[in-house]
């Protein structure tokens, strides 16, 4: 039975979520999955514990602060630890899931999707090109599986119509994921923010590279560590390969705060009118648009700068939703939702293998590694062939990195970072990890004919 | 059969025997320009002794073809010791004439109407001066324009017939037969045709000789003037007269009709790449259509009188080619000179790849509240297309957006920008949906 069969409350019960699912009082014995969530101990009087174990940061008498050595639990052990749900991590963890071997994805917030859903970035670009004056549609696999199964859900995407770019709806996508990574028996991870790497204790022989082994995630119970045969960054921010040591350029680059308005289906303006300026995007849902916002270009990673840019933005959104509800006609226009994630588009890029670059992409360079092929959103909707190479850093071994945060130059980062893309790089890059851990060889190596044979089983297009 | 007899019959087939060589000129001129024979076309052309002058005067350099340089400077050379050399042997347009003219005596038995023109000295049209001047004024003076549409160089043979086999102007160019077949096959020749008047003035040296020549000789014979000649002559110049007033009358149209045209025209439009300064493009401009075919990307079309130069007519620039980024997506591509290589006059300066960018078309501008940026959607194309790295991004605090501009100095206004530009004006009003977020500016404005 497909899981959107199912309610959405017995989706809950399955998946046993939180404290939801014990407070709705489902105790049926073949609740089995709840029942691994509630413990002993979850008591309504807790649990009396007297602090002597806590291992604070100490500040030295100079001023600085450390962190003092200390075991971290491991919760668990995996094939494939793919770090970062958003729509490269979700098609990463899917693909390498499908190819049987185990699969962990862990992320930061409480919901899959990334900027996609918790970002409101719900506008698809990139996924068709044009070949020879012929629109071909270059985001197959999963993706093109996600966006047929949006449109099998109410209100899941519009203007899916060939050569369109459609929109999907950030709630609707939040659910599909749910159905599609519990249907390939993930493991996962919410509420845990990766925030270190853990390397073997001896580097690779061969290259004498640091061999990474897992992550260590920040979580409520403390840092909690995940060891892994293959590890995905697909943080976006490379949350992994950067404390892993892997050489990548720090960039600035827009960050802005999309939201959505409702009520348009009830305005009324004027004849002869002037549209107001920030009435933003078609949505699925009627009467709902979406606007976007570009924002300045600063450091994405730099918890000073987000937070003055997030008071900022809430702003100057406030200001945009009154202009338009101060214009005749638009009075009923209200602010419904601004992104519960800030926009974050470009920070860390991992210097690959190989880097791609705007001219060789427009000139069409052929790779003999090419796990997929990314579109061009700009006005020339190129492709052109993502090479394998570039989601390996250069010098770290069994990371792999997939999304917006691939080896390219700025302005070809500006192509790569969009969904579509971000689905056919993450479902390489799951392949990829997939067959390295089954085949017990390091990332870099693993067999490329192979991850190609893979990929085009999983129905993706390689060119 | 009387000597006098046999001489006209030998010059009878000779003349049948050149009329059918040049009638293969003809068509072979006809084909390449019909079925895209550019390079004989332009070769053709480059031996024309009018556009041959002009063209070295303009773009200081030698056809580029080394054998054709040579051809046309030899035809150059010839044309000052046979007379019209080139009408007679080589120019396409003049077999045409012949043809023409030819067909006609034999439909109608009656000589084509003759103005006595071709002797030379004595009639010299006062039209060769004038083309002369307004050819050579605008070369030598950048300041200085041709005050009404005829520039010289629009007429050279060549290239006319070239443009009207291309259908610039179908009309004119079955008028032009028609006008041929029946009437004066010989008025364009030895009235009109700029290239044939500039021959006579390459052949004076030889023609005065030859004519102080005859003179002696005459006055050795001391012979009296045929009565019958003379009766001929007078009513010659009546009907020259008579056409005379009739072309007036038709200019005089043709002008107010232009002048109405400019006063709506659009008068700002871009040249190609390297293109001479206004006087001297419309001067030069032999309005072949050369450019317009080697165009790879279709950006060149023909001036109609909608575009006009600031110039007090429209028609100055009737016909001569300019840049149109509005009919499909098609830009100046960074790495092409092909309008500059085909240009056969030097209209458009003989520039080069590396060079191309000191010549740029115009700059491009924005309509910040056409961009999508303006209303925070996701749009970066501008900037990512543009092959010179002229477009940046600028964060404004005020419009609380990156809002484009440009680096006017790395601008060429190759326009590839403003065709990929999604931008328009829709955002505001349905009406304004061609306006563009991007356009272009004139350079210097
Ligand atoms: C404002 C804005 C507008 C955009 N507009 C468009 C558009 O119109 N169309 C389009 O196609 N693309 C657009 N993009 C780009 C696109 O949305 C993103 O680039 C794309 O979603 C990136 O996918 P990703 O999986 O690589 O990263 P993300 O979507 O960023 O996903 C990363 C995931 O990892 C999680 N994560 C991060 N750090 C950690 C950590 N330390 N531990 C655990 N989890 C972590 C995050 O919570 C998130 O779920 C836009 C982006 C922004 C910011
Ligand atoms: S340089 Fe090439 S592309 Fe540009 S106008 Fe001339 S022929 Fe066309
Ligand atoms: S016209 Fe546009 S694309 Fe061309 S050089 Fe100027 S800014 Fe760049
Ligand atoms: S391409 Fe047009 S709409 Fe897009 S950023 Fe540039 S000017 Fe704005």
Redesign the interface.
């Known amino acids: 039975m497909f899981i959107s069969e199912l309610t959405r409350r017995d989706m809950l019960k399955t998946l046993g979520f939180g404290v939801g699912a014990a407070a709705l009082g489902i105790g049926s014995a073949e609740d089995v999955a709840r029942a691994d969530f509630v413990r002993k101990e979850d008591k309504t009087t807790g649990q009396l514990l007297d602090g002597s174990q806590a291992t604070p940061c100490k500040q030295l008498a100079d001023g600085s602060i450390v962190r003092p050595a200390a075991n971290v639990p491991k919760i668990s052990e995996t094939d494939v630890l793919v770090v970062g749900g958003g729509p490269a991590g979700c098609c990463a963890a899917i693909a390498a899931a499908r190819l049987g071997v185990k699969t962990t994805l862990v992320e930061r917030y409480g919901h899959f999707g990334g900027l996609a859903t918790g970002g409101l970035v719900v506008?698809i670009?990139g996924h068709w090109i044009s070949e020879n004056g012929k629109k071909i549609q270059a985001t197959q696999g999963i993706g093109e599986e996600m966006m047929k199964r949006l449109e099998g859900l109410p209100n899941g995407i519009v203007n899916r119509e060939f050569g369109k770019n459609p929109t999907l709806d950030a709630e609707v996508y939040k659910y599909l994921l749910v159905e599609m990574i519990t249907e390939a028996n993930i493991e996962v991870f919410l509420h845990s923010w990766a925030s270190d790497a853990i390397i073997a204790d001896a580097p690779d022989p061969k290259t004498g590279a640091p061999v990474v082994r897992g992550a260590v995630l920040q979580t409520k119970l403390g840092p909690q560590a995940i060891i892994a045969k293959q590890v995905v960054d697909t943080t976006g921010d490379g949350d992994v390969f950067v404390p892993a040591g892997a050489a990548h350029t720090q960039r600035a680059y827009?960050i802005?705060l999309p939201y959505r308005i409702g009520n348009l289906d009830r305005v009324n303006p004027p004849k002869d009118a002037?549209?107001p300026?920030?009435?933003?995007?078609v949505t699925p849902v009627a009467g709902v648009k979406w606007?976007?916002?570009?924002?300045?270009?600063l450091d994405g990673v730099d918890v000073k700068t987000l937070s003055k840019l997030e008071l900022q933005h809430r702003k100057?959104i406030w200001k945009?939703v009154q202009e338009v509800r101060n214009t005749p006609g638009y009075e009923n226009v209200y602010l419904m939702e601004t992104a519960p994630q800030i926009g974050v588009r470009i920070t860390r890029v991992i210097e690959g293998d190989a880097t791609l670059t705007?001219a060789e992409a427009k000139a069409g360079k052929k790779y003999d590694d090419c796990v997929g092929i990314g579109g061009a959103?700009?006005?020339?909707h190129i492709g052109w062939q993502i090479p394998y190479r570039s989601m390996t850093p250069k010098n770290v071994e069994n990371i792999i990195t997939a999304g917006r945060s691939i080896s390219a130059e700025p302005?070809m980062s500006?192509?790569v970072r969009v969904i579509p893309n971000c689905w056919v790089s993450g479902q390489a890059a799951g392949v990829a990890a997939a067959l390295a851990a089954k085949s017990n060889v390091l990332a870099r190596n693993v067999s490329i004919p192979d991850v190609q044979k893979a990929l085009l089983e999983q129905k993706a297009y390689l060119g | 059969m009387t000597p006098r007899e046999t001489v006209n019959q030998g010059a009878k087939t000779r003349r049948a025997f050149m009329l059918g060589f040049r009638l293969l000129i003809f068509l072979a001129f006809v084909g390449a320009t019909l079925f895209g024979g550019d390079a004989l076309v332009r070769k053709v052309m480059q031996t024309s002794p009018a556009l041959f002058l002009a063209s070295i005067l303009t773009s200081r350099r030698v056809p580029t073809d080394l054998v054709f340089g040579a051809i046309s400077g030899a035809i150059f050379i010839a044309c000052a010791f046979r007379r019209r050399f080139f009408c007679r042997r080589v120019c396409p347009l003049g077999a045409c004439v012949d043809v023409a003219a030819y067909a006609r005596r034999r439909l109608f038995k009656r000589p084509a109407l003759r103005f006595g023109a071709t002797r030379v000295l004595r009639p010299f049209p006062i039209l060769a001066l004038v083309w002369l001047a307004a050819l050579l004024v605008p070369l030598l003076n950048r300041n200085v324009s041709i005050p009404f549409d005829l520039t010289p160089l629009a007429f050279d043979p060549t290239s006319l017939l070239a443009s009207w086999l291309r259908g610039d102007a179908l009309g004119v160019s079955l008028a032009f037969f028609v006008g041929c077949f029946l009437v004066a096959s010989y008025a364009w020749r030895f009235q009109v045709c700029p290239c044939g008047l500039f021959q006579d003035l390459l052949f004076l040296p030889t023609a005065i000789v030859q004519r102080i020549r005859k003179r002696l000789r005459k006055k050795a014979l001391d012979k009296a003037p045929n009565e019958v000649e003379k009766e001929r002559e007078s009513s010659t110049t009546r009907r020259n007269f008579l056409l005379g007033g009739a072309t007036c009358a038709v200019v005089a149209l043709f002008w107010s009709f232009a002048k109405r045209a400019a006063s709506n025209a659009r008068n700002v439009f871009f040249r190609p790449p390297g293109a001479l300064p206004s006087p001297q493009f419309e001067t030069l401009c032999s309005q072949c259509g050369q450019c317009l075919r080697a165009c790879p990307t279709r950006i060149l079309t023909t001036a109609t009188p909608q575009f006009a130069s600031s110039l007090p007519l429209a028609s100055t620039t009737r016909g001569t080619p300019i840049v149109l980024f509005e009919r499909g997506d098609g830009y100046c591509e960074k790495d092409c000179v092909a309008c500059a290589d085909a240009c056969p006059t030097g209209a458009i300066a003989p520039i080069t790849i590396p060079t191309k960018p000191s010549y740029p078309i115009a700059t491009a501008v924005f309509r910040l509240d056409y961009c999508l940026?303006?209303?925070?959607?996701?749009c970066?194309?501008c900037?990512?297309?543009c092959p010179y790295d002229a477009i940046d991004?600028v964060?404004s605090d005020e419009e609380?957006?990156?809002l484009p501009t440009i680096r006017e100095e790395a601008c060429v206004g190759c326009g590839r920008c403003v065709v990929?530009?999604?931008g328009a004006g829709d955002?505001?009003?349905e009406e304004e949906k061609h306006v563009k977020a991007l356009s272009l500016k004139p350079r210097d404005v």
């Open positions: 506008h670009l827009e802005g002037k549209r300026r920030y009435l933003g995007d606007v976007n916002m570009a924002g300045p270009s100057q945009q705007l959103w700009h006005g020339d302005l500006d192509s | 940026l303006y209303y925070q959607q996701e970066s194309i900037r990512r297309e991004f964060w609380y957006a990156s990929r530009c999604p955002f505001v009003d």
